[in-house]
């Protein structure tokens, strides 16, 4: 099987795997607890956050571990909203593109009382630091802007939307779920208030994740019980999961660049290789994209049955397509970039690692070539197309 | 998984995939904003389907519905073919996840708009009822 779907979840690595079976041996006790198995337990959590927090040039008391990308992104917009509104603040902002974590949060927010405004992205699915600018009002309680976009991998101007937000004194949050242990981070010079990330996404374990606050930045709970994570986040801390992300983490920093190498010279040979398919396009900017991801529509079939002669050739990748969102509407991405339906159903989204191989990107690209064929030959829309009786959408 | 091996069976091999030229009926359903367009053309003999085939855009089980519902259909006298159900067709796939059965209603439709197009084309009289809803809005009504 080639796998080429590392953006929805990575294999984990050995150094991950170690570290977990490490825990469970070793460091089993309640890191709560005042005896001596507790407390190497609680060295070992604190060995895990001090690695997290030297990843993304932070202070180890500034991380707090959740249950995932999911759990940190609704925590830090829950929060920031309602300490907002103690003080009058109920404005929102964030783009349209973000992750449903971000977008159903925010929509909850909505129907109890709070305003959102989802700025919009450029064809390429970059946000304007203007529109940012523009669009903050006196009760702006928060800004939200995804680091790099899950579906397209269009990576955003953080560091600048940070800058603003520190100048005119609004919390900024950021879902780097897609883009920590890919691209470099340092909450610092990037002038990021709240940070998300999850373990699965840089070949640590599922089911745990981050969420970094700035020290002085007030955080609310949402999970009751104890006093886990200095109180802010309740529960007997899934250390194995912990200790597993901080050891995947730290290995995909220390080989950042190296990797991201590695992947762009097959990425840029992935995205070569689909354009030369008939009216295809690839979605999401040219250049400023995560390193390892590949996105393309293919006018006349649609994303799911793609998929699955995919699938039968050993591919292993994902699509936008309504099909496989289990929806009536193909992804809020590809549509706030422009595509439209129709073509927005075509979509196919591969998702490099460090591990791929130019072999494996090569067949990738027989594999894709030939299942569009195969599907265009059996389309309707796709004779249409042909025949001039519909207009191609992409030339 | 997701689709029982029949599905997969008639996605990955599908029955009937073409286009009949100077067909006798063609039906044409769905839309391509809803991610789904299904094309039956069909060539009647005697009252009798004879031939019948699909061309689909469309996700897994909307080419295998195509597929099955032109094989249902062949070799069946026409008021035959006009009574097949999206539930037969359903059957006969071994059942398909709720989200899909949409698709099913689509191969259903399509197979009564080809005859309605071959009716039309005769000047053979119906009853319109036989053939209300045949639109994209009333398939997804069906989810």
């Given amino acids: ?395 | 998984m997701l689709y029982s091996e029949k599905v997969m069976d008639h996605f990955r091999n599908p029955r009937n995939v073409g286009e009949i030229e100077n067909a006798d009926g063609v039906g044409q359903v769905g839309n391509a904003k809803c991610g789904d367009i299904m094309r039956i053309t069909l060539k009647i003999d005697n009252g009798v389907v004879s031939d019948a085939k699909f061309t689909t855009f469309g996700c897994g089980s909307a080419i295998a519905t195509s597929s099955m519902a032109t094989e249902m259909i062949k070799g069946k006298p026409v008021e035959e073919a006009l009574e097949l159900s999206n539930q037969a067709v359903v059957e006969a796939l071994d059942g398909l996840p709720a989200h899909k059965i949409h698709c099913s209603v689509l191969a259903e439709e399509a197979v009564k708009a080809a005859v309605k197009d071959y009716y039309d084309k005769n000047h053979i009289a119906y009853d319109p009822k036989l053939f209300c809803g045949l639109d994209c809005e009333s398939c997804h009504a069906h989810d």
């Fill in chain 1, 1 to 395: 099987m080639i796998y080429l779907d590392n953006a929805a979840t990575t294999k984990t690595s050995l150094a991950a795997r170690q570290a977990m079976l490490d825990c469970m041996e070793q460091f089993w006790g309640n890191p709560s607890s005042l005896h001596t198995p507790g407390q190497r337990a609680a060295e070992a959590l604190a060995v895990a956050r001090e690695k997290v927090a030297a990843c993304i040039g932070a202070s180890p008391r500034e991380i707090y571990f959740t249950s995932g990308g999911s759990e940190a992104d609704n925590q830090a917009i829950l929060s920031a909203a309602l300490l907002g509104k103690k003080k009058g603040k109920t404005h929102l902002i964030s783009t349209a593109i973000e992750h449903h974590a971000v977008l159903h949060t925010l929509a909850r927010l909505e129907r109890e009382g709070f305003s959102v405004t989802l700025l919009p992205v450029d064809e390429s699915g970059i946000v304007k630091v203007s529109d940012v600018a523009a669009a903050i009002r006196e009760d702006t309680a928060l800004v939200s802007v995804m680091f790099a976009n899950n579906e397209i991998g269009t990576i955003q101007p953080v560091a600048e939307i940070g800058a603003l937000c520190r100048e005119r004194k609004i919390p900024f949050h950021t879902d780097a779920v897609q883009a920590a242990g890919h691209l470099p981070i340092d909450v610092v010079s990037q002038n990021i208030d709240m940070l998300s990330l999850s373990g699965h996404k840089f070949h640590g374990p599922r089911g745990v994740g981050v969420l970094y606050v700035r020290k002085g930045l007030p955080l609310l709970n949402l999970i009751e019980g104890g006093a886990q994570e200095r109180g802010k986040r309740a529960g007997t801390e899934n250390l194995p999961a912990i200790a597993g992300m901080a050891a995947a983490l730290q290995e995909a920093c220390a080989h950042l660049e190296e990797n991201a190498q590695k992947e762009r010279v097959l990425r840029d040979r992935l995205i070569e290789g689909l354009s030369r398919i008939p009216h295809s396009a690839l979605n999401g900017d040219r250049n400023c994209r995560l390193p390892g991801n590949v996105n393309f529509c293919f006018e006349g079939i649609e994303g799911e049955s793609l998929l699955l002669l995919l699938d039968d050739k050993g591919i292993a990748a994902s699509s936008g397509s309504a099909c496989t969102s289990g929806s009536l509407d193909p992804s809020h991405v590809l549509l706030a970039i422009g595509r439209p339906h129709e073509v927005a159903h075509g979509s196919l989204r591969l998702t490099l690692s460090e591990e791929t191989t130019r072999e494996e990107i090569d067949q990738a690209v027989r594999a894709v070539t030939e299942v569009v064929e195969r599907l265009r030959g059996m389309s309707p829309v796709w004779d249409e197309l042909q025949k001039g009786v519909r207009p191609y959408v992409i030339q």
